[in-house]
């Protein structure tokens, strides 16, 4: 895989300063316009804030991007046809020198191949409701697992089955920290009602476990709750998913347009509150993230 630094983050990198790797499929595929580009650039303004360097990872011309610049921010987010770039695509994106989104598997790897060690995001892909039919689970799962890089998120997707994704968590060795919290967050909502095994409190907490982590040559996820001011109701929204879910069947609709499906419904379901609860909670993440970053570095927790 041919790396393609941006100038700004090598220099943060080469002299040890804090780097956040952040994803892409949120700009491209996950926000609408003109929300996704504003948010595009939030996230990299909270992520310099904090004292870290952003690197928004994308494909484009051969090569993954470590470090998408303005103009490139600007095409996934206005263009039509931005590939959605998972572990499996790759390859083949790269081979044609196509433009593409990356995923959190697709960021964790390029992030660990380009020594950045943490990663923001929304909410993690995981195991699919229904997944003993259909065998459907996110390939960010072992990516995250198999690559040194800590993943901020909300939790999963409430979409998806939330009890077994940490399970199978567990199983491929991955901690799931609690950050403030002792049960697992559920994107928009705050908690699941699943408690967590692990919690920290800070992010020099966190950057301790981290260490132990990346040490072994995997990674971690540390769950930070959406803001309490912009959660959806846990009754509120399991009772949206649960007819997003049917509308779903009914459709057809399976794979990987599942979750956009399901959450586009939600979203609209809601008055677009899901809309503002997911631009709060990434730009919390993208904070944390940058925060646990700096105190990897040795720097400022903020």
Same mark, same amino acid.
């Given at each position: 895989?041919?790396?393609?630094?941006?100038?700004?983050?090598?220099?943060?990198?080469?002299?040890?300063?804090?780097?956040?790797?952040?994803?892409? *499929?949120?700009?491209?595929?996950?926000?609408?316009?003109?929300?996704?580009?504003? *948010?595009?650039?939030?996230?990299?303004?909270?992520?310099?804030?904090?004292?870290?360097?952003?690197?928004?990872?994308?494909?484009?011309?051969?090569? =993954?991007?470590?470090?998408?610049?303005?103009?490139?921010?600007?095409?996934?987010?206005?263009?039509?046809?931005?590939?959605?770039?998972?572990?499996?695509?790759?390859?083949?994106?790269?081979?044609?020198?196509?433009?593409?989104?990356?995923?959190?598997?697709?960021?964790? !790897?390029?992030?660990?191949?380009?020594?950045?060690?943490?990663?923001? *995001?929304?909410?993690?892909?995981?195991?699919?409701?229904?997944?003993?039919?259909?065998?459907? !689970?996110?390939?960010?799962?072992?990516?995250?697992?198999?690559?040194?890089?800590?993943?901020?998120?909300?939790? =999963?997707?409430?979409?998806?089955?939330?009890?077994? *994704?940490? !399970?199978?968590?567990?199983?491929?060795?991955?901690?799931?920290?609690?950050?403030?919290?002792?049960?697992?967050?559920?994107?928009?909502?705050?908690?699941?009602?699943?408690?967590?095994?692990?919690?920290?409190?800070?992010?020099?907490?966190?950057?301790?476990?981290?260490?132990?982590?990346?040490?072994?040559?995997?990674?971690?996820?540390?769950?930070?709750?959406?803001? !309490?001011?912009?959660?959806?109701?846990?009754?509120?929204?399991?009772?949206?998913?649960?007819?997003?879910?049917?509308?779903?069947?009914?459709?057809?609709?399976?794979?990987?347009?599942?979750?956009?499906?399901?959450?586009?419904?939600?979203?609209?379901?809601?008055?677009?509150?899901?809309?503002?609860?997911?631009?709060?909670?990434?730009?919390?993440?993208?904070?944390?993230?940058?925060?646990? =970053?700096?105190?990897?570095?040795?720097?400022?927790?903020?």
């Amino acid at each position: 895989m041919r790396l393609r630094v941006a100038p700004e983050v090598r220099s943060a990198l080469e002299a040890r300063r804090p780097v956040v790797a952040l994803e892409s *499929t949120v700009i491209a595929h996950g926000l609408p316009r003109p929300t996704n580009l504003e *948010t595009a650039r939030a996230l990299e303004d909270e992520v310099r804030a904090a004292g870290a360097t952003p690197a928004t990872v994308a494909l484009a011309d051969g090569a =993954a991007l470590v470090g998408a610049d303005a103009a490139l921010l600007a095409r996934l987010a206005r263009e039509e046809g931005v590939a959605k770039v998972s572990l499996r695509d790759l390859a083949p994106v790269l081979a044609r020198g196509g433009l593409g989104a990356a995923t959190v598997a697709a960021t964790a !790897e390029v992030a660990a191949r380009a020594g950045i060690a943490v990663v923001a *995001t929304g909410g993690i892909g995981g195991v699919h409701r229904g997944a003993e039919r259909s065998f459907d !689970e996110s390939a960010d799962l072992e990516a995250i697992a198999r690559n040194p890089v800590c993943v901020v998120c909300a939790g =999963a997707k409430l979409v998806l089955d939330l009890a077994l *994704t940490l !399970e199978r968590l567990e199983t491929l060795g991955v901690p799931v920290v609690g950050y403030g919290t002792d049960e697992l967050p559920a994107f928009y909502v705050r908690s699941s009602g699943i408690a967590l095994a692990h919690r920290a409190d800070e992010p020099s907490a966190v950057a301790r476990i981290a260490r132990e982590q990346l040490a072994r040559g995997a990674g971690l996820v540390v769950a930070a709750p959406v803001p !309490e001011a912009d959660a959806l109701g846990r009754a509120e929204a399991e009772a949206e998913v649960a007819r997003a879910l049917a509308a779903a069947e009914r459709a057809g609709v399976r794979g990987a347009a599942l979750t956009p499906f399901l959450l586009r419904a939600l979203g609209e379901a809601t008055s677009g509150r899901s809309l503002r609860a997911n631009v709060a909670l990434l730009r919390r993440n993208a904070k944390i993230a940058a925060q646990i =970053a700096a105190a990897l570095s040795g720097g400022a927790t903020g």
